[in-house]
């Protein structure tokens, strides 16, 4: 990679940060559209994260990711906040210019866009859905089946108070139920999706019988690593369709993509392929 005078510049924000596949990512996307531009990690302590911030736009950077811990920190760290910030309460996108920083959260329309390309036949007004989990992945769903027009929405958690937490801040259909009832809130969904880390490499398994969920339901896991996970591959085995949680890293990324370097990137095979050889 080349840089000169004219290269835009962006990056991704975290501690650690050298897991995140982000920097694969745009990078293969400015390779592809044949950008003069750079997408580095920026491994930044919690004492440093608003300095930085600031240092970066005045070093010329169009914006960045952010990724854990700092979500929340970079909410209260923006001059400008879209609804999706304000909502979730996190922001995961910034855009630097004009000396003000701008952000947004695209893990929702990252979430059903990953839906839509992986799923076309779904339909989200047809039939509920059953989310599990509580926290900030499960908050992006739910705001986004409520925005997608889900009839109800069926969210489990271990812990309730977080899920009623969930229900009270995002309001709409959202019906919470207790963690013993996961199995049977199954009935006549016609999407299950695991908004938790359960079922993640090095993580305790998703423990969840399908038998109640009827065999045209979609089934989704936020979960990449691995690709399959066994809730996916038990969903699969029973004859249910299924999407897994790459898409959703994809997919997230492209309002960022658009933003600061000027062209909408698509997500094709090809990139899956990439970005999962790393």
């Known amino acids: 990679m080349t ?4 290269t835009k510049l962006a990056g991704v924000m975290g501690w650690p940060v050298a897991h995140s596949r982000s920097p694969r990512l745009h990078g293969y996307w400015l390779q592809h559209y044949e950008i003069d531009g750079a997408y580095v990690p920026l491994p930044v302590r919690a004492e440093a994260f608003e300095h930085g911030l600031r240092s970066l736009a005045d070093l010329g950077f169009r914006g ?4 854990v811990p700092y979500k929340e920190a970079a ?3 923006c001059d400008q906040v879209e609804d999706s910030g304000h909502r979730l309460g996190a922001v995961n996108t910034i855009v630097m210019g004009d000396g003000r920083l701008r952000g947004f959260n695209s893990d929702g329309f990252g979430f059903i866009e990953n839906l839509r390309q992986g799923a076309p036949q779904w339909q989200a007004q047809k039939a509920p859905a059953v989310v599990i989990g509580a926290g900030g992945a499960a908050r ?22 977080r899920a009623d937490a969930v229900a009270k801040d995002l309001a709409g259909p959202v019906q919470v139920l207790d963690w013993p009832e996961r199995g049977r809130a199954l009935s006549e969904a016609g999407l299950l999706v695991n908004a938790t880390s359960l079922g993640m490499t090095e993580q305790p398994p998703l423990e969840l019988h399908l038998a109640d969920l009827p065999r045209a339901a979609l089934v989704s896991d936020i979960v990449y690593a691995p690709l399959e996970t066994p809730l996916l591959a038990q969903a699969r085995a029973r004859g249910n369709v299924v999407v897994d949680g790459l898409g959703m890293l994809l997919h997230q990324a492209r309002p960022g993509f658009e933003a ?8 094709t ?5 990439f970005v999962l050889a790393d």
Do not use: H, K, Q, Y
Request: charged content about 20%; hydrophobic content about 55%; proline content about 7%.
């Open 260 to 267: 600061w370097f000027g062209v909408a990137p698509e997500v």
């Open 75 to 77: 909410l209260a760290a």
């Open 64 to 67: 960045v990711n952010v990724t």
């Open 3 to 6: 840089l000169s005078g004219r």
């Open 140 to 161: 992006a769903v739910v705001a986004a089946l409520i925005d997608a027009a889900v009839p109800e929405i069926r969210l489990v958690n271990r812990t309730r108070a």
């Open 269 to 273: 095979p090809e990139l899956r392929r």
